[in-house]
């Protein structure tokens, strides 16, 4: 399978400020990426789906101002938190689609917003 | 909509113990079926899954069969190890490829020596 990295792993912010988180895929062609969002001892919540070179498709309910997508490359998707606010803080994590709907995971990112 | 249910946790299990994990979906069409695992401090692997109706996906020792008539496609291990502690998801795509994953609440998995 795909081997699916983010960085950073960890990052912490004052309130306000923007936050970027990369996910790249290291050895397969990322045509479809996801985005989730995982509060402690939750399942996965998805926020949004992108295609490489198009505008992401976001979930109902997530603000596609705040949360901006990028996906310029097959190897790469950067999600932005803007003006970032404590209850922004989780676990972002993003994951490559694939043909037979089987997806590669990153390790997560965790963002702390003081 | 589609959805996925799976049994609440946290599951406690003595080592070499039997193991089940109820998951029931609800889905239009003919959907594909998947078992997560989540291991402490990392991300999300595929543990094994099935595509289509009576289709068995075994891995590690874990299985599950697609049912289709019960709507449902339940984890077991025969005997589990404490390595085996981690969160389990169930997840269901639509038809098609690239489609996005519908989790269930996930189960946590605690196994004792």
């Known amino acids: 399978g795909a081997v699916v990295s983010q960085h950073p792993s960890r990052v912490i912010c004052k309130s306000g400020t923007s936050v970027k988180i990369e996910c790249r895929s290291l050895d397969f062609q990322a045509t479809t990426m996801f985005w989730y969002r995982q509060f402690p001892k939750q399942s996965l919540m998805l926020m949004a789906t992108?295609?490489?070179?198009?505008?992401?498709?976001?979930e109902q309910g997530v603000e596609k101002d705040k949360f901006l997508i990028n996906h310029a490359s097959l190897t790469l998707s950067t999600l932005t938190v803007t003006s970032a606010h404590p209850e922004d803080s989780s676990f972002y994590i993003c994951s490559v689609g694939s043909q037979d709907n089987e997806q590669f995971f990153g390790p997560g990112t965790r963002l702390t917003v003081l | 909509g589609n959805s996925v249910t799976q049994m609440e946790g946290p599951v406690t299990l003595s080592e070499e113990a039997f193991l089940t994990i109820n998951c029931t979906y609800t889905?239009?069409?003919?959907?594909?079926l998947f078992w997560y695992v989540q291991y402490p401090g990392e991300g999300l692997q595929l543990l094994l899954k099935?595509?289509?109706?009576?289709d068995k996906g075994s891995n590690k020792g874990f299985e599950a069969t697609y049912r289709k008539e019960t709507t449902s496609f339940h984890l077991e291990k025969g005997s589990v190890q404490v390595s085996d502690s981690a969160v389990y998801f169930c997840a269901l795509s639509e038809t098609g490829g690239y489609n996005k994953l519908i989790f269930g609440a996930g189960t946590r998995l605690a196994v004792h020596p």
């Open positions: 099935a595509t289509k109706a009576d």
């Open positions: 889905a239009t069409g003919y959907p594909s």
């Open positions: 992108s295609n490489e070179g198009s505008k992401a498709t976001y």
